[in-house]
């Protein structure tokens, strides 16, 4: 049986002046489109504040995957949700009641998901996988694109996979992934795959999804 594989390219590294065009790039080829929100609290950086982030949603033609990289989260996540993005996705550091945020972001029709730095530890955090539909394992310090993929964060990936079990959660990696990496995350046990820099610095982003999944497939 083929591997079911998402990619969904971050516009952390697009240009962010020209959103649209950079979307379209992508769009034919791609799952979901990964948003990443950060506040300059949670990391030391910032992308986009809830407006401008509520614009991308409403306009962006592929489903919106949010990553949710933002202090006191479980007052934010529900607006994202409800903003119509498909998956919202918040960091377990950054959350104070992790079981209510998953279910007012369920509740409001999307699907939830917890992200795990790559200093936390996986196990902590286990119970919750009967209440999410995804899990993304960070192989980077969030906070930036283009930056090398931790290697050292693929026992996590075999750990989280493992952990999942025969639940129908996606496990989704983010950071570094790109031509070099994909497949030893997706025989980690990936099936869902963050890449920024790897697709918007490429000069032929779409074909770059493309030859991503394909190595993700293992062909
Ligand atoms: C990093 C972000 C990532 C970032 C990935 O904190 O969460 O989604 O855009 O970029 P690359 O693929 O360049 O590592
Ligand atoms: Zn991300």
């Known amino acids: 049986m083929i591997k079911e ?11 962010f002046s020209d959103l649209k065009n950079e979307i379209a790039k992508i769009a034919d080829v791609s799952d979901l489109l990964h948003l990443d929100i950060m506040d300059n609290i949670f990391v030391p950086n910032f992308t986009f504040d809830f407006q401008a982030a509520e614009a ?20 934010i996540a529900p607006a994202y949700a409800e903003a119509g993005c498909d998956s919202v996705t918040f960091h377990v550091e950054a959350a104070a009641d992790i ?8 509740s409001l029709g999307s699907r939830a998901s917890i992200a795990i730095k790559p200093e936390t530890d996986l196990n902590s955090y286990s119970d919750f996988l009967d209440d999410i539909d995804m899990i993304l394992i960070m192989t980077v310090e969030p906070g930036f694109g283009g930056q090398s993929f931790r290697e050292d964060m693929l026992p996590k990936i075999s750990q989280a996979k493992k952990l999942i ?3 129908p959660i996606w496990l989704q990696v983010d950071g570094g992934i790109s031509e070099r990496t994909i497949e030893m995350a997706s025989e980690a046990g990936a099936d869902t795959f963050v890449a920024g820099s790897a697709v918007f ?4 982003p779409a074909a ?3 030859t991503l999944r394909r190595l993700a497939q293992g062909k």
Do not use: W
């Open 5 to 15: 594989i998402r990619i969904t390219p971050s516009i952390l590294n697009a240009d």
């Open 56 to 75: 991308i949603i409403t306009q962006s033609s592929l489903p919106v995957d949010a990553h949710l990289m933002v202090a006191n989260v479980d007052s």
């Open 99 to 106: 079981s209510m945020t998953i279910k007012s972001i369920k």
């Open 165 to 167: 079990g025969d639940r």
């Open 201 to 204: 610095n490429s000069d032929n």
């Open 208 to 210: 770059m999804v493309q």
